[in-house]
């Protein structure tokens, strides 16, 4: 085989890149709402089935928005597994948080590689309290959400809150910050 021909398994043909763009699945990493927070922080609900379905609370993606972007990683803020999307809330703070933030609803993102990291542990520890401030409100309902499980019967209440958030609003999370089951 000569090095024109050369077939590549990840990449097809020499000089052929994959793209998630050119998926048959044209909603695949689609933003399907975003929300400004404050000056310096958005929010976006993200439509990618696999990585909603097998994701827990306290875990991570990690995101590019355009092919030369750099890879940023994100926490899963919230998720809908039936629904398949997550929710990321990114702080604008350099070159690749800006050119993120230029992306609108119904644009898509190039990579989104996830769920990582390890799980937050979910188990029955009776009252629970959760406290979170600036971006570190982003895992806090997650987890929860999560102590309402079957394997818990633990009282949670949260208290979240930032001066990046004064407007009064929260993450794309449900505004509840207490709950008992």
């Given at each position: 085989m000569s090095a024109t021909t050369h077939t590549h398994v990840c990449k097809g043909h020499a000089g052929n890149l994959y793209s998630i763009l050119n998926t048959p699945d044209e909603q695949l990493n689609r933003i399907l709402e975003k929300q400004r927070l404050?000056?310096?922080?958005?929010?976006f609900k993200v439509y990618v089935p696999a990585c909603a379905r097998f994701c827990h609370a306290g875990q991570f993606v990690v995101v590019r928005g355009h092919e030369q972007g750099e890879r940023i990683p994100l926490t899963i803020a919230d998720f809908d597994r039936d629904a398949g999307w997550i929710?990321?809330?990114?702080?604008?703070?350099?070159?690749?948080?800006?050119k993120l933030d230029q992306l609108e609803e119904?644009?898509?993102?190039?990579?989104?590689?996830?769920?990582l990291g390890h799980?937050?542990?979910?188990?029955?520890?009776?009252?629970?309290?959760?406290?979170?401030?600036?971006?570190?409100?982003?895992?806090?309902?997650?987890?929860?959400?999560?102590?309402?499980?079957?394997?818990?019967?633990?009282?949670?209440?949260?208290a979240r809150g930032t001066r990046a958030f004064s407007s009064g609003k929260t993450a794309c999370a449900p505004q509840a910050t207490s709950a008992t089951w």
């Open positions: 404050s000056e310096s922080v958005s929010c929710t990321l809330v990114v702080q604008i703070m350099g070159a690749g948080t800006r119904g644009d898509r993102f190039l990579d989104v590689v996830g769920p799980r937050s542990e979910i188990r029955n520890f009776g009252t629970v309290v959760l406290v979170g401030g600036g971006l570190g409100i982003a895992p806090v309902y997650p987890i929860q959400r999560a102590m309402k499980g079957p394997a818990t019967r633990s009282s949670a209440s949260s």
